[in-house]
Every structure is written in structure tokens, then in C-alpha cells.
């Protein structure tokens, strides 16, 4: 393609309500441009990076048995019914009536649909595995639109939807799955890990996010630094670390005036932070009083407190009567004198703590030589806290390390949820039916986009991977109005077309600093550049995107180097 | 791809509401399910249908200038209200608001969309002309879905827009796209014709449709014999037919006792229906009389009538009482002898006639050795009158053939109806400001796969042209429990897919029968047979879906023959 004939239309300013790093971008790379609020169109760049990882997944989901198919958009309100979550879905959901007064939803997922397309066909266990998807606009009505292609109304989603005997099976399909995403996002050249994760509105058992690294990332992420392991911060599992052996002393009151926070106790008292115990005290919607405490450097995970208060939906700080209604003084709370029956949740780490501070239920006071394996009485002792880099790996024991991520997908066993709501059955070899076990399965597309933009850019603009760049390799005649420049970048531009390299002509008469700044912006992985040493000397210059590195090579040599760069970018 | 992984549960019932060829046979031949009123899933042989077609625009588009983009499908209300087509739309546009109240709607097309995306960008002449395209669901609420894909109320569009600065650059992109379109929909292997069209609701000056023919067809067509001239019925240009050189014989009236018909009274007086004069009376929704004459062997064309009252909307046949009060004579009229001031439409080859039947204004009489240009005073003349196979073509005047159509495609010269609505403007050369000329070109995706049904069908199912079959060839082993005929079959499979056919292979353990009635239904162009005479003669069998046609090739030449056939295909 010739750039004089490309509808690129780059912006040097910032536009005004970008917020994040990848919409700035692309809006100004003329990826796309936002058509309304959290509706945005696809400009011809954009649209074929968008098609090089739908391609990419197309053939992953292909090469494991996927077999595409296109649903409608348009759905019944009548299996959202069945299934019992139209009224679940709440706000989110696009709804809309036809002339007749009918009730449809625009998809904001497609469970019931395909459930509803298969029930009527699939009657044997021969039909089985059955593993369909589809590539396809998603719509879902978010209260406050942003981020760009991060959190749009509408947006582009590969869904496969897996069904299966039994358990055994959805189990095979989901791991297919897994494997294929991974083989997919190695491919589009992202740094990712799968993520154990919540299965929130879609339900079902198991459920793994698959998450693109990146600093700007929307959710913080623990991750192994020797093994495979990552989970969420808030999903993490944590190993109770063990405290030195020391020999427990006498539990000691002391005075100490002005010290309600762990800081000042650790500094009058002269011990490392680690050496005290934090207290949290929180109150549920239900007005609950629960008291956490873990070790003086660690937080509360309140996701997991959530859990052991299966009633409530919400913490709030606790107030200071409340706490001392319970025996504790806030400031300087410690489980020791407490009253009976207060809900009480001690960290595991907690209690493997020996000789530590903690508070003394009594204003200016603590407790020096806590053990609180000797001293806690009855508590509940779990996993509390939040993890932070260094713990050790749930798995292996090595340092975990801490980031940010952003979810681009997400798969689930869903198990007979859907099934069993609308009586999708087979009949196995015993003639007797059994509502088939399904999985599900979603990529955001626009979103890996995103993603991958957060992950690689620097201030001049993006720097593509090459699997998922608009065009591999742009070809930059330095002076267009150079005759001999130009039909030499000319050429080469064929030789690489010819070579099946996807290259771009910047062929527009503009000034090289435009065109060098827009090879920036747009991020193409490799820009060869066609001056007068390539015409007097020689010397064709390749720069590299990504390290920023120029390397010259000649005229009968270039092609090769192109070609070993390209191949790890 | 083997059968035996391939989701096509084909059905040997016709389904009962399916009421066309193409809609019954996508539902028997496993390319298509309903999912609710007017909206349809595509399994997995239906969508490689649509794959291939999306394919071959996508190439053509592209050789053409065309660059691919995507818009949102929900669409503000906003720009409707610009362009003043959000009241004109109706209720055939899908409607729905957002949480906070907004209008949007589902794009049914995008004018609107594209004007707005451009106005915003394109400021200078250097940048047009620009052509882009996208290849999307579109929503119509039909207020009777039916025929399948045929009037569906979500269907898959390719529609390109064009902006040029001058009228003259709006006919390049015109005749660009027109030739693109020749070439799209002749690649997918069909008998089309571009028929001169009716602009309708999009507006604009210049418009034709792309019509699949087919006997099946939703609309009437009149194409040339000899050159590329086509036109719907109602569209097309007619000549006068110039009668054989008579004297013209002084007017007699006679006795013709009960011929209120046009058959009756030619065979009372023995005369050619084409020597007599028929008399149509119409009456418009406003009230006027219209009395229309053609040859007694031609048909009137309401919507040329129409085109000579602006003012009406509607015809009727005139009631008897309407004729008397203007002087005519219901059964026995002429204009010779009606009061003045009635409207007298006369179609120019009447005028031609030499002593012709015509009605005598009296009961039970008709006026013989009528010679209108002497005989009928004022009236109006013009072309009034359904074309008729065997009419002269108005381009070469080589005889005129009848036929049915389905339109697939339909292109547009906008002009500047949108740009100036919505203020898209460019600089041209004087820095002068002006609004952009628009053409717009939309092809059905899935009506192109529904026409190619419609006019390659026979009663064992879908015949379809290579180009756009869900695959090329079919390898069935006759007998799959048979260990040498299966390898054999495999080996084979696996040598088209190496040579770039693209091939499935039938590896289900089913009867020959059952297996070679899929084949036939679903329509392959081409089945390989592996049977006993394959292992033990070395006689593979080649079976052309089209023709009916059987050879046997040997295991040497085989590939070579399913090549030169398909080529062919």
C-alpha cells in the first residue's frame, strides 16, 4: 500500500479526554476516532491490526477444533427469560422493542443463544465435544464509558462456547482452550500470564483470566518469579510465612504515649514493623463487628474477609464506639481482653509471629512479647492479607512479584448452568439423558489491541509486535521529490511486497521529519530508509522500532537483514 | 476438515414456514438455523459460505481503492437529525435509548456515520478521492420478515462510501465500483445483469441495481439478447414500434355484439389482437380520471402513469359511472369522442397503428380503420406500457428477453444530499470551500449466498458455484468401515488439501446413501467416490454436481481431472 493513498489522518495534539496511554494513541496513530460517547470507528490502520488478531485467533480456534459460525446480534428477551437473567443483567444490558412491541437485548454475551441454537440439534453423545464460535460486536451499556477501546459500549469479541459429556470432558475442551489462548497471545507478541479469577455474572466453577502485563493496567497482579503461577491480588493464595525460632518471653505491658499508629509504635519502641501486629476493624452492611489483624507491613484483603462474613456485601471502617463496646480501644487494639463472641480473623502469619507488639486495649499502651499462638485465645485463622512481591510462591515457593494487568480473556467452566435452565440434552450410551456440561470462552479484540499498545510505547508513540503491526515494515524514500530515491525506495518496497513482507510506501511528498515522526506514532516494527547514502553509497539504513537501533545494509543484502530482524520483533 | 467433526446436522424434512427455495434449502442443507422472527444463525458450512463471498468483495473492494474501516452499529440519533432522516426513516429503523435516555438507533445504513467520521478529517482536495468500506451486520425491522436471508431484520452488508471533489470525480468512483461489482459477482460464479434502478430513499441522481437472475426472482427484468442492456420491468426504456406501411382506410363503425374484451372483439372481427386498441380506465387517490391506451397485446406500466400524475400516489381502476360522466363507454372505449379535458395517456406505439379496433364510446360497437395520428386528437403520447419479450432493446435494438431477479447489489450517485446536510466541506485549489460529492454501493452478503441458492438449485438441493461452495470437493469413502477404501480415501483427501483444494473429507460411518444425499443437498461442485472399484480397479469416481456428469480417473490422473473440472466450476 502507498501511504499517499492510506486515510491516515495523525493528530499532533493530544486530544483533550483521553485518559489512558493506548486511547491517546490511537487516536492519534489514526487508529480510529470515537463516532460517540463509548462508540468508536475503526480508521483503515486500526482495522488492520484488528484483522491480523482476529486471524490470529481465528486459526488458534480453528487448529483446536473450533468451528466458527454468526449468530444474530438481535436476542429474544424470551431465553434470557429461560435462563433467568434478564432481570440479573440489569443496566448493562441494551434493550430495545421491535415495531410488534417484542422485547430483544443487543448481546452482551451469547450463552443463551447458542444453548438455544444447539438444544434443538445435538441428541447424542456422538455430537460430542462440540466446540463453536464466533468473532463478533458486543454491546454492553456501561454508566460511564472510557479508556477508549478499554470500556466502550460496543466492542469486538471472539466467544466459543465448548459442550461436553461430563465433567471429564468440559475439563479436556477448557484446557484446549487455555493452551490455544496461550498459543494466541504468544503470537500476537504480548507479555501475559493466565490468572486464576472470579466467574462473577457468567457463574460456573473455574475461571482464568488472561492478562497483558502492563504498568497502566487496571488490576494488580502477583506472579511468580520462577514458575507459571499468577493470580490476582485479590485471588492470590498465601503461604503463612514462618517466623524465626525464638524463644517466647513474658507477655509485657508498656507505656507508650502517642503511638496509635503502627509507625510510631515500631519507631518509640525501637522494633522493625515486622515485629507488630496491625489491627483493622471493620462493620458489615449487616452492622457486623469484625476485628483482622495481620503483621505490621502487611494489608487487609478484604475480599477475602468478605468471604468469611457470607452475608454481607460490603466492609465499612468501623467506628470508634462500636470497638469499644467490644472491649478494644482504637489506636491500640490487640485480640487479648476482647470480649466474648466478637468476630475475630487473625492472619496465618500473624500466628507464627513470636515476641511482637501489638496493642493493649488501652489508650498510650501496647503489649511487647506477643505469641500469639500462646496468647489469641479463641480467633479464626486464615489467609487475609493482600500479597505483596516477595512472598513466596503458593507453587513453588520462589518470590512472587507484583504488577499491573489488563484482562483480554477470560475463560470458564460453566458446568450444566445453562443447560439445565433450558433443557439442553443428550443421550448418552445408555439411552439415558443428560443436560450437557459447557464452557465458555472470550477474547476481547479491540481490547488486546488496547492492551498491547499499554504494554509497548514510549513517548514518541506505539511500538508495534510484529504479528499484530498494520504493516511490518514502512519504506521511506527521504526525499519523495528525489527522483532517484524514489524509484529506489520504489523498488525496494516491491522487493519486499514480492517477498511477502506486508510493507508500506510512505511515498507522500512531505518533509522526512513528518514522515519519521508519523513512523513513531503509528509504530510500524521496522522503517528502511531510502536517502542519499543508500542512492550514492550504498547504504540502506533500517532502523528498529523497538530498541531504536539503525543498522545499514546494501542493496543486495537488505533483504535478509529485514528478514532476521523482523523475525523477533 | 473431516465430516465427522463438522457440525451440519442437514435435515430431510422441509421445514414448514420456509416458504422459498433458498430459505428451505439453507435450513435442510445445515447452512443456517432461525433464531427468533427474521433473525438467523449461520452454522458452520453457511458461514465458510459467507466467508468466500466476504473474501472475493474484500479483494475487489480493495484492487479498487476502497479501504476497509467499521463503524459502530449503534448510531446516535443525533446525526439522523442532521441529515433530517430520523422522522423519514419510520418504523423499519430498529430504535432503542441508552441508561441515560439518549437516542440511538441500529445502523440500517451509514450515510450519516461516514459524513460525520470525514467532515471532521478530510479538509483538502489532496485528500480525495477517498473510498471507504466495511463489511457489517445492518438492521431492518421489517414488519413482515420472511423468504430467509432474503428479507431478514439483521443482514450482513459491504457497503463502500465515496468522496469526491467534483461531479466528474463522482462518476470514476461510480464506474469504478460498477466494475468492481461486475467482476465480485462475477467471480462468485453467477448470472447477473446491472439494471438501470429507481434511487428510493437514499436518494441521489444515478443509480442500478446488481440482479442475480433467477425464475425465482422478487422483481421482473428486461435484458438484451445481444448487448448489456438490462432494466426492471417497470424501469425500462421502451421504442415506439413502427407499424407496417398501410393506407389508412376511412374510419367505419360496425356491430360487435357482446365484446367487452379485447380477445373477443379480434376474434369477432377476426383481426390480430396487435391491430386493436386497449383501453385501461384508472382512477388516483386524488379523484382524477386517467384513461391510458396500449396495443391490445401489451400491458400498461402503473408507475410510468404515476410518473405523468406527480400529484397521485396511488392508482385504481375507475368505477363505471366515473367513464359514462367523461363520455366513454366501459368495455367499448377510445378517445375518439370523450368530452374535453380528460386526461387521455396514449402509448407512443399506438400512435404508429394503421387501421386499427378500437372501442366505439358505445355499447356493444367498435370503430374499424382507427388511425390514431389521424383519428384521436389531443392526447398526450408517451411510453405507457410494460415492457414485453421480444420488445427492441433501446440501446441496439436486438429482441429484449424477460426474466426474474434478485437484486444483490445496488449502487448510488449521492451527490452532495448528505455533505451538505451535515456541512462536509473541502478546500479546493483556490482555497474555495466546498461540500464533498458522495456516492454510496452496498452488496447483501448473505442475499448474494441466498441468490446463488435460488439460481443453482435442483431437487436434491444446492448446486453451488465453485468460487463460493462451503467446499470445492468432497472425498467419500463409500463404504468408511472398510479399512482399504477409508486409506485410500484419506490418502486422497490429503493429497487435494496439499495441491490447495480446498476439500472435506466424509469419514462418517454412515450408509453410502445417506452420505451421497448430503452431498448432493448441501451441493459440493465435486464428489470423489472411493469404492470397491477405486481399491481393486484403480477406478476413482468423479461425480460434477452441476451436470450430473460421472468419470472415473485413475489414481495417477485423478488430480489432475479435479482440477481441470473444477476449473470450470
Known amino acids: 500500500m502507498r501511504a499517499s493513498k492510506l486515510y491516515a489522518p495523525t493528530l499532533r495534539e493530544t486530544p483533550a479526554d483521553a485518559e489512558t ?7 492519534r496513530a489514526a487508529m480510529m476516532r470515537k463516532a460517540a460517547n463509548g462508540l468508536y470507528s475503526f480508521l483503515p490502520l486500526g482495522w488492520r491490526v484488528i484483522g491480523k488478531i482476529e486471524k490470529i485467533i481465528r486459526e488458534e480456534m480453528n487448529a483446536a477444533d473450533g468451528q466458527e459460525v454468526m449468530m444474530p446480534i438481535m436476542q429474544p428477551g424470551e431465553i434470557w427469560q429461560e435462563s433467568g437473567r434478564w432481570s440479573v443483567y440489569g443496566q448493562e444490558m441494551m434493550r430495545l422493542k421491535d415495531r410488534h412491541g417484542n422485547d430483544y437485548c443487543l448481546g452482551p454475551t451469547h450463552e443463551e443463544m447458542i444453548t ?3 438444544r434443538h440439534e445435538v441428541r447424542s453423545y456422538k455430537q460430542l465435544p462440540l466446540l463453536l464460535y464466533q468473532i463478533q460486536d458486543k454491546f454492553r451499556d456501561e454508566r460511564r464509558p472510557r479508556f477508549g477501546l478499554m470500556r466502550s459500549r460496543e466492542f469486538i469479541m471472539k466467544d466459543l462456547y465448548s459442550f461436553d459429556r461430563d465433567e471429564a470432558g468440559m ?3 477448557y484446557q484446549k482452550m487455555y493452551d490455544a489462548y496461550t498459543k494466541i497471545f504468544t503470537r500476537c507478541g504480548l507479555d501475559f500470564r493466565p490468572v486464576e479469577a472470579d466467574t462473577g455474572a457468567i457463574g460456573g466453577a473455574t475461571s482464568h483470566e488472561f492478562t497483558v502485563l502492563a504498568k497502566s493496567g487496571e488490576s494488580a497482579i502477583a506472579y511468580c518469579s520462577a514458575c507459571d503461577y499468577a493470580a490476582s491480588e485479590e485471588k492470590a493464595e498465601l503461604r503463612p510465612i514462618a517466623a524465626p525460632e525464638e524463644e517466647m518471653l513474658p507477655l509485657t505491658k508498656v507505656a507508650t504515649p502517642g503511638t496509635s499508629t503502627i509507625e ?5 519502641l525501637k522494633v522493625p514493623v515486622e515485629k507488630t501486629i496491625k489491627a483493622v476493624a471493620y462493620e458489615t452492611d449487616g452492622g457486623e463487628l469484625i476485628l483482622v489483624f495481620v503483621r505490621g507491613d502487611h494489608e487487609v484483603n478484604e475480599a477475602k474477609v468478605l468471604h468469611f462474613a457470607p452475608e454481607a456485601h460490603e466492609l465499612t471502617m468501623a467506628e470508634g464506639g462500636k470497638i469499644e463496646s467490644a472491649g478494644g480501644c482504637p489506636g491500640f487494639m490487640s485480640p487479648i481482653g476482647l470480649k466474648d463472641g466478637v468476630k475475630i480473623l487473625v492472619d496465618a502469619t500473624v500466628m507464627n509471629m513470636k515476641n511482637a507488639v501489638a496493642g493493649a486495649n488501652e489508650v498510650d499502651h501496647h503489649y511487647t512479647n506477643v505469641n500469639p499462638s500462646r496468647d489469641f485465645g479463641c480467633v479464626t485463622v486464615g489467609d487475609f492479607r493482600l500479597v505483596a512481591e516477595g512472598d513466596p510462591c503458593p507453587r513453588c515457593g520462589a518470590k512472587l512479584l507484583m504488577t499491573r494487568g489488563i484482562e483480554v480473556g477470560q475463560v470458564f467452566m460453566l458446568g450444566t448452568k445453562y443447560s439445565e435452565a433450558m433443557k439442553a440434552t443428550f443421550l448418552d450410551e445408555q439411552g439415558k439423558e443428560k443436560p450437557l456440561v ?17 504494554q509497548f510505547n514510549d513517548e514518541h508513540g506505539i511500538i508495534w509486535p510484529r504479528a499484530i503491526a498494520p504493516f511490518e ?3 521511506v524514500p527521504v526525499n519523495a521529490k528525489d527522483g532517484e530515491q524514489y524509484k529506489l525506495a520504489e523498488e525496494i518496497y516491491g522487493e519486499l511486497k514480492a517477498a511477502g513482507v506486508d510493507a508500506l510506501f510512505d511515498d507522500r511528498p512531505e518533509r522526512a521529519g513528518v514522515k519519521f515522526k508519523d513512523c513513531d506514532l503509528i509504530g510500524y516494527p521496522l522503517r528502511v530508509t531510502v536517502g542519499p547514502k543508500a542512492v550514492k553509497e550504498n547504504m540502506i539504513e533500517l532502523k528498529i522500532r523497538r530498541s531504536g537501533e ?3 545494509a546494501n542493496r543486495e543484502g537488505y533483504l535478509a537483514k529485514v528478514r532476521e530482524k523482523l523475525a523477533v520483533l
Open 21 to 27: 496511554i493506548s486511547h491517546r494513541l490511537m487516536l
Open 116 to 118: 438455544d441454537l444447539v
Open 171 to 173: 475439563k479436556v475442551s
Open 264 to 268: 510510631k509504635v515500631a519507631d518509640y
Open 438 to 454: 459447557m464452557g465458555c470462552y472470550g477474547i476481547g479484540v479491540g481490547r488486546t489491541m488496547a492492551a498491547a499498545i499499554e
Open 473 to 475: 515494515v514502512v519504506v
Open 550 to 552: 539503525t543498522i545499514f
